[in-house]
């Protein structure tokens, strides 16, 4: 595969990640395992490499439009980044069909949340709540783990408690990113320490990433605009519960 079309794929990415609040990990797993044939432990930290200057540039992007909670992303990272720590050292412990089956069934039990939420919403916001701050860590928890274990973003489950917790559109979005900084970063030190980086596919892919994540947060400023918000809970909700089956088989 040219080095030209990794850049576009990871542009692709880059961009699409960095606009729906996920991290990309999991994609660059799957490609990097499917398409390329790298061995587990490879895949798991060349995909973690690759993403962080993506979100790095993404978080600071949106914060400088303000559109980052950092009250709720901070109760995230202060129980996510032990998680993930935790999850890098356990890893060698846990049987990969019992890791694979437990995320799956937190996926999809995550979307259909998601999906109940949109059904009966309100605008009520619950991340002022007396439990949002037990709820925001618990979610934290679940991400943390997902980066420590497999070497994935931990963005699907972190987003979608963004969501539950009843922040709006981009924020949820932005402040998904933010998280995901630290954690990825965390995680990747622990992945790089025990496997190996493929560079020669990694900065292909990171370059294209790089363009994406910087182009994704104006896409969103424009998005907030136009009725396209309303849709992003429903959808995400959806690609959760895709995501949680593909998981399971």
């Known amino acids: 595969m040219s ?24 994609i660059y ?57 935790i999850g890098s050292l356990c890893t060698r412990f846990i049987p990969d069909w019992l890791y694979k089956w437990l995320i799956g069934i937190i996926l999809v039990l995550l979307g259909i949340s998601m999906l109940v939420q949109t059904v009966h919403s309100s605008t009520k916001t619950t991340a002022d709540t007396p439990h949002a701050k037990l709820k925001a860590a618990l979610y934290g928890v679940l991400g943390g783990l997902m980066v420590g274990v497999a070497g994935m973003s931990g963005g699907a ?20 990113t933010y998280v995901l900084v630290f954690m990825t970063a965390v995680g990747a030190l622990f992945h790089v320490a025990g496997g190996q980086v493929d560079w020669r596919v990694g900065l ?15 896409i969103a400023t424009r998005l907030a605009k136009t009725r396209a918000t309303g849709y992003m809970k429903p959808v995400i909700g959806i690609f959760q519960i895709f995501l949680g089956i593909k998981s399971m088989f």
Do not use: C, D, E, H
Not at 7 to 20: N, Y
Not at 157 to 176: M, P, R
Not at 204 to 214: D, E, S, T, Y
């Open 3 to 26: 080095i030209v079309l990794l850049v576009v794929l990871g542009l692709v990415i880059g961009t699409l990640v960095t606009l729906f609040g996920g991290g990309g990990a999991a």
């Open 29 to 85: 797993l799957g490609i990097l395992s499917g398409l390329f044939g790298l061995s587990g432990s490879a895949a798991a930290s060349t995909s973690l490499v690759t993403v962080l200057p993506t979100l790095i540039i993404g978080a600071w992007s949106y914060q400088r439009q303000g559109q980052i909670n950092f009250k709720i992303g901070n109760q995230m990272l202060i129980a996510a980044i032990p998680a993930v720590v």
């Open 157 to 176: 489950v972190i987003l979608a408690g963004l969501f539950l917790l009843g922040l709006k559109a981009f924020n949820a979005t932005a402040t998904s």
């Open 204 to 218: 292909p892919l990171m370059l294209g990433a790089l363009v994406g994540a910087i182009i994704a947060p104006i």
